[in-house]
């Protein structure tokens, strides 16, 4: 199969639409990162996005639809806060956990009881599921546990041969997954951090938990895609704080003592640390945003210069930055937490 980018055109459009009416899957940009799209209603087409990511089958799946759509159609229970949240921060980089009415395919939850719904804000995405008029399941276009995708030459890197079709919408501007927020009980909790952060989502509706998935209780985990080892450059890589800079020094000496490429990830204040004719610079950046934007970027790039990345966490850890940490501490995990 070739596999085409093509830029968002009524024309190419069509074509997306097309692939999609006949349970094909077809790669989309997103504000966040690009997506692998199939229809949400359909069995086999749900099925097969998991079999070309390589995606456990556990880890369930976020449908995507336009700001039109009737959500009626696919969920019934749903609380004032969480209308007040849609009207804040929708469309754009949250996703809500509804109780699911078994009106999508089951393979889009994995058996869990609750469906992941987002209202993506990128232009391209809405044309796009505004042309298919249904929901669409959507998971970052990488193959599973790979660095999530954030243009379309990145899609193609994974996907080559494997699609037919990637919509080319340019770089994606927020550069992390959304904040997934469940909104079945009595406060929103989020099960993974992203753009839209817990102090946004308290400030709008009074209250916001956040989840931690007890690996000991009997219960099934809530978000079982937070598990995992993920985003992960196919290099080595050793993640330090800014307290335990030497080591991150030291461990730059010797891999590069051992004839190994070195890349350092760091926010730009920290990069001076490591200055050295052997080693790749990679600047995250200065404010969270960039840092979000920049992320995945980074370490594909990683992966194509060096044998060993040194990743130093940013200096500010709250708001936006959870979501980037959680990315970075879970890319730089040598092991899944749990399988
Ligand atoms: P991605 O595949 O990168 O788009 O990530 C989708 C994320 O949403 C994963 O962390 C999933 O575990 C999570 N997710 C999808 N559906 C649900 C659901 N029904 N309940 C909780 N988390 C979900
Ligand atoms: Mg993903």
Redesign the pocket.
């Known amino acids: 199969m070739k596999t085409q980018i093509k830029s968002i055109s009524a024309e190419s459009l069509a074509e997306a639409k097309e692939i999609i009416d006949n349970g094909g899957v077809v790669a989309i940009p997103t504000e966040t990162v690009y ?1 692998l799209g199939g229809n949400a209603f359909d069995d086999e087409a749900v099925q097969k996005i998991f079999q070309v990511k390589g995606r456990p089958n556990d ?4 449908a995507h639809v336009h700001e039109g759509y009737d959500l009626s159609k696919i969920i019934d229970y749903d609380p004032p806060y969480a209308k007040k949240l849609r009207e804040a921060f929708l469309p754009g980089p949250l ?1 809500l ?1 509804y109780p699911s009415t078994g009106k999508v395919s089951p393979y889009v ?1 994995c058996g ?1 009881n ?3 719904v987002r209202i993506p804000s990128h232009e391209g995405a809405q044309a796009f599921l505004r042309e298919v008029d249904i929901p669409i399941v ?3 276009a990488n193959l599973s546990k790979h660095v ?1 995708p954030t243009s379309a030459q990145h899609v193609k890197e994974d996907f080559d041969g494997k699609i037919p079709l990637i919509l080319d919408g340019g770089m994606c501007e927020g550069g992390i ?1 959304s904040t ?1 927020c ?1 909104v079945t009980g009595e406060i929103p909790v989020i ?2 951090p992203g753009l839209i952060t817990r102090e946004m989502i308290a400030d709008m509706v009074g209250a916001c938990g956040e989840y931690t998935p007890d690996f000991q209780a009997k219960e099934k985990v ?5 598990l995992y080892k993920h985003y992960s450059p196919r290099c080595q890589t050793a993640l330090y704080t800014v307290a335990q800079i030497e080591w991150a020094q030291r461990a730059c000496a010797h891999s590069i003592a051992d004839g190994k490429r070195v890349a350092v990830l760091a926010e730009n204040d920290m990069l001076p640390y490591f200055k050295g004719e052997n080693i790749t610079l990679l600047n995250l950046g200065k404010t969270e945003r960039e840092m979000a934007s920049n992320l995945y970027e980074l370490l594909r790039e990683a992966e194509k210069v060096a044998d060993v990345l040194i990743a130093i966490e940013p200096t500010k850890q709250e708001g936006v930055m959870v979501g980037v940490l959680n990315r970075l501490r879970k890319a730089c995990l040598s092991v899944d937490i749990a399988h």
């Open positions: 997506g880890n369930p799946l976020i996703t956990v939850s869990l609750t469906l992941a959507a998971p970052s999530s997954e997934v469940d099960l993974r809530k978000s079982p895609g937070v």
